[in-house]
Every structure is written in C-alpha cells, then in structure tokens.
C-alpha cells in the first residue's frame, strides 16, 4: 500500500509498533515460564513459544526497511512528518495560543495534570537555594 499521508501512515506504524510490543511481553513472559520448568517436554514446549514469539517481533520490525519505500508506512510517516509545511515548531507563542483557543474539556484536563504534578511535588524535597536563584533570575527580565 502506498502512504499518501501522515495520519495513514502513523496508524499503520503503531499498530505494527504495538504488535511488536505485544510480542515481546510474550516472549518474556514465556522466558519467565521457560525458567520454571522442570520436564524435558515443557522446557521444549516454552522454548519453542518464546522463539515463536521472538521471531513474530522481528518480522513485525524487519517490514519496516521494505524496499519501495512509499509502501512503508515507518519511511512514510517519518517523511510526512518532517515535510508537513509549516508544522512541527512548537514553542511557547504556539503553546500559548493554543490554549486561548482550547476548549473546556482540553482546559480541564491541562489543569487536572498541572494539579496532579502539584500534589505529586508537594511532599518532595524543596531546594530553597535553586528556586530563590531561580526567582531572582525572573526579577532581571526586560
């Protein structure tokens, strides 16, 4: 199949992405079985499971160096991504005006997480030094 664009090609790369994952929770967890076995039929049962889904991860990695590369979706979606005009600069103008224009429930949940980083710091460890310095710098802006 031939990627004509970024969203296509990124859902066709994860889900391979996840494939792969799955497959290599597999196979530890068949190593983890492998080890606990004490037959000589069971630990030829578990190993031939985890090299089954060791080489199921590789082929799902190794289609990503397909040769006509406008049929891979990982060589497509990189390239979308980098040659998207105008996208990909993120900075704080951007950020900013993101968020004058977010709608509640984006509001909401930036605010949930902001809380939620706070409660994780409130008990830790408070460099007072780093932040008076810190604070000082903010006072030197134009």
């Known amino acids: 199949m031939a990627y004509t664009n970024f969203p296509t090609a990124w859902a ?13 929770q597999s196979f530890e967890t068949a190593l983890s079985n492998l080890a606990a076995q004490t037959t000589t ?5 578990y190993t031939v ?9 590789f082929l799902a990695h190794a289609k ?5 590369y406008d049929s891979s979706h990982h060589y497509m979606a ?3 991504a980098s040659t998207i005009p105008g996208g990909g600069e ?5 950020i900013l005006s993101l968020m004058l224009i977010a709608s509640f429930d984006q509001l909401q949940k930036f605010i949930g997480i902001e809380d939620a980083y706070r409660v994780a710091l409130w008990n830790a460890p408070f460099n007072a030094n ?9 006072q030197q802006w134009p």
């Open 41 to 45: 039929a069971m630990v030829r049962n």
């Open 12 to 24: 066709a790369f994860s889900g391979d992405y996840d494939l792969m994952s799955s497959k290599m």
């Open 64 to 68: 990503y160096g397909a040769g006509n």
């Open 90 to 94: 993120i900075n704080f103008d951007t």
């Open 78 to 80: 990189v390239y979308y």
């Open 130 to 138: 780093f932040y008076a310095a810190l604070a000082r710098g903010f």
């Open 49 to 57: 499971t985890a090299l089954t889904h060791l080489r199921s991860a």
